[in-house]
């Protein structure tokens, strides 16, 4: 039952002090925040750090924030934490449906988004919103602050735009102009916990632009383009749905695994589509399910 | 190095790895018994123990995270008996082998706590991380809203 692995652990005060301790390491070293997943890919030795870095004790990476037109969200905001914040429930009310289909209570209450993102699976819940909000990754390392758009974000399964020595502060989520409407279907094998085999998030302004991303049906979550391109400006109707659904298998490129088959999530994904926009539409011209519905 | 945690409300100082994992630590060096070792992974639930009043997984969290902090067991949810949720799972034989119940307890008085009324979904909602292979949940589920005291009828 132990972790077989042995690695140093330092636990920093200040950014600075974790800036500074990562730019020393010469070696392996691994970023601790909630450790849903770290924890379990230390036990099955997926990684082998020889330092391990906690920076839930750093002040100030616990807050979510309004700045003008945009909400950041720290490196240590639980999902438990999105979840209850009326900011983002009004504001950016996909991630309040996201936030609730990730693990289960004892999960969510130490995962983080910033963490989920940074462990890049596949699957990964908050990858396709984040996409579909266009939202910006800040980083920080020995050189200052940088920043990356989402969609550059992603490199492959558990890997991402992240340097040696930098570490990821906040995500800032610009609020789109005026209304929108939302939604995440997502599917899985049962209600509780177990992670998505395919979702979509997609969002809806009053001005027909359309933002779609999938999640779990590519080596990374993904920008669906040509249906984007293709329903822009446009209104939805049956024939519109109908042309966006073809779209799905030139968009996705799902593999058959433990969890589902390759043509079970094709299918799902069109159906998911389908669903997530009538649902979205519906939340913009205000009488869809409210947000945190099950659509799956 | 050496760590200090509240564990049921005694304090303890103990000398950890930094690969030490809570629930081990908790079984092996304070000797409390209730975290069941499960999966091991995050996805039964069975390991279960509140953090700062927080529900966690004590598989996924290093002992050294926990300096400072309060750990809850069952054995520390109330000072003297059981709880009333505790009370009304025996009364309705909610449990058959057991080995999930020092979890579910644990998830549903955090629910209790935050939300005194909870609909069944919200019990539903709150225990589906934890595991049961016994009971099929309904008698575990009719225990925490009867223990909750719910104008909603079981309706099973």
């Not at chain 1, 980083?139 to 930098?166: K, N």
């Not at chain 2, 100082?13 to 018994?33: F, H, I, M, N, Y």
Request: glycine share 8%; with cysteine; proline share 6%.
């Amino acid at each position: 039952m132990t972790i077989a692995h042995e690695f140093d652990y330092l636990r920093p005060a200040t950014l600075e002090e974790a800036v500074e301790i990562l730019a020393k390491h010469s070696g392996n070293v691994r970023v601790l925040a909630g450790g849903t997943d770290l924890v379990p890919w230390l036990r099955d030795e997926m990684i082998a750090p020889d330092l391990v870095v906690d920076i839930k004790r750093i002040e100030g990476l616990d807050r979510i924030d309004h700045e003008g037109d945009v909400v950041s969200i720290g490196s240590l905001v639980t999902f438990t934490d999105l979840l209850r914040s009326d900011l983002i429930a009004t504001r950016l009310p996909l991630i309040t449906e996201m936030a609730g289909t990730v693990g289960s209570t004892g999960i969510r209450n130490r995962a983080t988004l910033v963490g989920n993102i940074c462990s890049a699976v596949p699957s990964c819940d908050a990858g396709p919103v984040l996409l579909a909000y266009e939202a910006i990754v800040e980083i920080v390392g020995e050189s200052g602050f940088r920043q990356i758009p989402i969609d550059t974000w992603f490199r492959g399964p558990r890997q991402t735009a992240l340097d040696r020595g930098e570490i990821v502060t906040k995500v800032i989520v610009p609020i789109p102009e005026g209304r929108h409407g939302a939604a995440y279907p997502r599917l899985s094998r049962y209600r509780g916990e177990d992670l998505a085999q395919a979702s979509v998030a997609i969002v809806i302004t009053p001005e027909n632009h359309y933002r779609v991303a999938f999640g779990a049906v590519a080596p990374t979550p993904l920008r669906a383009q040509r249906i984007e391109a293709l329903l822009d400006g446009r209104t939805l109707d049956e024939q519109l749905l109908a042309g966006a659904t073809v779209l799905v298998s030139e968009e996705v490129s799902p593999i058959t695994d433990i969890r589902s088959t390759r043509e079970y999530r094709l299918r799902m994904c069109e159906v998911m589509l389908n669903r997530g926009l009538k649902a979205a539409l519906a939340r913009l011209e205000g009488n869809g399910p409210p947000y945190g519905t099950r659509l799956m | 190095m050496d760590i200090t945690v509240t564990v049921n409300g005694e304090p303890f100082t103990l000398s950890v790895q930094p690969a030490d994992v809570l629930l081990e630590t908790l079984r092996s060096s304070v000797g409390v018994k209730s975290p069941k070792v499960g999966c091991e992974r995050g996805d039964c639930g069975s390991c279960t123990v509140l953090l700062d009043g927080h529900s966690v997984r004590s598989c996924l969290v290093l002992s050294v995270e926990t300096d400072g902090q309060e750990i809850t067991t069952v054995e520390g949810l109330s000072d003297e008996g059981l709880t009333r949720l505790q009370q009304t799972l025996i009364d309705l034989n909610s449990f058959q082998c057991g080995f999930c119940a020092p979890g579910i307890v644990l998830a549903a008085a955090e629910l209790l706590e935050e939300e005194p009324q909870p609909t069944r979904g919200d019990v539903q909602t709150a225990i589906s991380g934890n595991l049961c292979r016994c009971t099929g949940y309904e008698p575990i589920i009719d225990a925490v809203l009867a223990a909750a005291d719910t104008a909603e009828e079981p309706d099973r």
